[in-house]
């Protein structure tokens, strides 16, 4: 049960992640233009956001394949 909330925990932030990064590369563009979709929050802390989400991915990535190296011998 775990192993499936995890697997799918991980896909779900891999995605909310490249969608802030591009939302933020989108932003950037309109703010080169003078336009600006996004008034709380810069670029750059949207790719924060991004890379925390990529990080927790590559931690559940790192515990599932620690978890299969256990089971076989």
Do not use: H
Request: net charge positive.
């Amino acid at each position: 049960m775990i192993d499936k909330l995890s697997s799918f925990m991980s896909r779900v932030l891999f995605l909310v992640a490249f969608f802030l990064a591009g939302v933020a590369i989108w932003e950037r563009l309109a703010n080169v233009f003078g336009f600006t979709m996004l008034r709380g929050y810069a670029p750059s802390r949207l790719l924060d956001y991004a890379g925390v989400a990529v990080l927790f991915v590559i931690a559940l990535q790192v515990r599932e394949i620690k978890e299969l190296k256990k089971r076989t011998p």
